[in-house]
């Protein structure tokens, strides 16, 4: 009898966290495009908007929905290594948000090392830019990202990228960031 006491409580706790773990997966899920033409600006436009409002270098995009809305979340270094982060909004092109880190923002020291090796790498053609991978997994996979980010996978540095097939299935792809020389 103590057993099934036990156990009840223990498999509660345990239905109760999968259920966690899947609203949070399933609310990640949402910020993703339904179809390949929902949003009328692209991610890989989106990104080219960001560089001409800031003069910075790309360096993370993403699609997110906030308050039932398409934006970009569009991370960017200047050429002086501050972080600017840029919203456009997926619907109409518009940017309606530009802020700029300062060094008293609540920001690692190891971002900003991170941040300025990738900066460094992608100025002298050491490494792709962000541009160039995401037309790379879009050829790759014959469809439209979604999501890029920066990632030193297993030491090698690369970026992962999410996008919608032809089909619209959600994919996920690497593209090695060392340039081909």
């Known amino acids: 009898m103590k057993k099934t006491m036990i156990f009840k409580p223990a498999a509660i706790s345990a239905v109760l966290g999968l259920s966690a773990m899947m609203a949070v997966g399933t609310a990640n899920a949402g910020d993703a495009p339904k179809s390949l033409n929902e949003d009328a ?24 929905v906030e308050m039932g809305q398409a934006v970009y979340e569009i991370e960017l270094a200047s050429e002086t290594g501050e972080e600017i982060k840029t919203v456009v909004n997926a619907t109409t092109g518009e940017v309606i948000l530009t802020k700029t880190r300062r ?3 609540d920001h690692h020291d190891d971002d900003d090392v991170e941040d300025a090796i990738w900066l460094s790498g992608i100025k002298d053609g050491t490494y792709l830019s962000l541009e160039q991978a995401l037309m790379q ?45």
Request: net charge negative.
């Open 103 to 105: 060094d008293h923002d």
């Open 41 to 64: 600006v692209s991610l890989v436009q989106a990104v080219e908007i960001a560089k001409n409002a800031t003069g910075g270098v790309v360096l993370e995009a993403e699609r997110d």
């Open 137 to 181: 997994a879009e050829t790759q996979v014959g469809g439209k990202a979604w999501s890029i980010e920066q990632d030193d996978h297993r030491g090698q540095p690369s970026y992962e990228v999410e996008l919608l097939d032809a089909n619209g299935k959600r994919v996920e792809t690497r593209i090695n960031a060392v340039a081909a020389k």
